[in-house]
């Protein structure tokens, strides 16, 4: 199973703040894990040309379901390849709040994305009432079928993230115990049910995501069916998330081995 540390810089960074993905790249040139960083639209091309030839690869951190058209403010998924870049986060918690986005546009999005040759990460996640309530996988399994069922593509190549919008950007992290059972929830439930029809799930990368920092990222990546993060505000230092990739890339297998 492969590994990937994601960084979403959210609404964050300037021109200047581009010294910091040279550094990364220059401290971590030949990392075990995939490593990926989304910049706002601002950034993507110039991050793009940055990181070329590197091991950085570069995303989005939404599209639209259309290519083209009167969209004021959107960008669509071709555009981001044309950007340079090779992967797109969609459904975050911050998207569905803010944007009022559904189970039905993130599903509309996340088929153009795929259509347009883009590795799609899939964010799911509980409010705090909802887990609370004992509704923390009811909820996580609803968007995921709801995301994922009767795809044109097969879902093996996706990746899901797991955030409980509870611990986006709040320093709170749930137990080990709690990020284990909802990971290996997402586990069984992409490779069962209706949504086995869409591939096996054998390869759909898992990431935990909410306050993952340099402190905890040993002990989360120690559990089973996490194959990585998906990292806010520690991604924008390349001191951070170079200690987090460090991390991650200490759980893979040497390639020099036998």
């Known amino acids: ?59 989005g951190q939404d599209c639209h379901p259309r290519l083209s058209g009167a969209h004021t403010g959107d960008i669509s998924a071709q555009m981001l390849r044309d950007a340079g870049a090779t ?8 998207r569905r709040q803010d944007h009022r986005e559904t189970d039905a546009m993130i599903r509309a999005k996340l088929e153009t994305a795929l259509d347009q040759k883009l590795v799609a990460i899939l964010c799911v996640g509980e409010t705090l009432a909802e887990r609370e309530a004992g509704k923390t996988l009811a909820v996580v399994g609803e968007q995921i ?3 994922l069922q009767n795809l044109s593509y097969t879902i093996d190549s996706l990746i899901i993230a797991y955030e409980p919008v509870w611990a986006i950007g709040s320093g709170l ?47 989360i990546f120690a559990l089973p069916d ?8 520690a991604s924008l230092r390349a001191s951070d998330f170079g200690a987090i990739v460090q991390s991650l890339s200490a759980s893979c297998p040497d390639p020099t081995m036998p």
Not at 18 to 47: F, N, V
Not at 175 to 195: D, N
Request: neutral net charge; charged residues 20%; proline residues 6%.
């Open 145 to 147: 079928r709801a995301g």
């Open 226 to 233: 996490v194959n990585g993060a998906l990292v806010g505000g």
């Open 1 to 59: 199973m492969r590994k990937i540390a994601a960084g979403n810089w959210k609404m964050n960074g300037t021109a200047e703040d581009l010294d910091e993905i040279r550094k990364l790249i220059a401290a971590h040139p030949k990392p075990r894990c995939e490593m990926l960083i989304c910049p706002p639209a601002t950034l993507l091309s110039r991050l793009a040309d940055v990181a070329a030839g590197s091991a950085l690869m570069v995303g």
């Open 173 to 219: 992290t749930p137990t080990l115990e709690e990020i284990a059972e909802v990971h290996a929830f997402l586990r069984q439930t992409i490779r069962s049910g209706p949504l086995s029809s869409n591939g096996s799930g054998a390869g759909v990368a898992l990431l935990y995501g909410g306050s993952v920092k340099p402190s905890n990222a040993d002990a």
């Open 87 to 94: 992967h797109v986060i969609l459904g975050h918690s911050e």
